[in-house]
């Protein structure tokens, strides 16, 4: 799918108004449903080629966050056959008791894959996990960015955010105010 028109699917797909809390304890009157895009297999596909295409060409390993960031991360290692591991926000606790559940990735590159990024705090969470286990990580692909301060927040350690669509492009591509 051309990327404008994946930007405006994506937008009349998962864009809602109303009055919605965020993660982030913020309140929004725009939200994105992201259950949407990764409940539609020709959707989540076309998500996961476009990605692709943003990871770092080192990447060794994904790393999907719980978890939204779970199935885009499972399609994009369909697309581009690298293992992944899928990050817990706690870890479980029983069985392993691991926070990251998936192949080996101490001393691996790995690329952090989050659905939609706000302030970007669930995924300094699961960053901090993956670094103690031994994951270089630089580099989070996301979705969508909301611009509202996650790609600075995540700057501030050492993360370099790339979305495949920012708010504003989404907007845009669907011509809404």
Do not use: W
């Not at 009349?12 to 990764?38: A, H, M, P, V, W």
């Not at 996650?150 to 993360?159: F, Q, S």
């Amino acid at each position: 799918m051309e990327i404008n028109q994946l930007a405006k699917t994506v937008y009349e797909t998962c864009n809602i108004k109303g009055t919605f809390k965020l993660r982030s304890g913020q309140t929004s009157s725009e939200y994105f449903d992201k259950y949407q895009l990764e409940s539609r297999p020709a959707l989540l596909a076309a998500i996961a080629d476009g990605m692709a295409d943003l990871l770092p060409v080192d990447t060794h390993v994904l790393a999907g966050l719980e978890m939204g960031g779970i199935p885009v991360a499972a399609a994009i290692s369909l697309k581009t056959g690298l293992p992944a591991v899928f990050v817990r926000k706690k870890a479980k606790e029983y069985g392993t008791c691991k926070t990251a559940e998936g192949v080996d990735f101490k001393g691996q590159k790995v690329t952090v894959i989050e659905d939609v990024v706000t302030t970007g705090g669930a995924i300094i969470d699961g960053v901090r996990a993956l670094r103690e286990g031994g994951a270089q990580v630089d580099t989070v692909i996301c979705v969508i960015d909301r611009e509202q301060g996650g790609a600075a927040r995540l700057g501030e350690i050492g993360l370099t955010l790339k979305p495949l669509f920012t708010a504003s492009e989404l907007r845009r591509a669907a011509g809404a105010a």
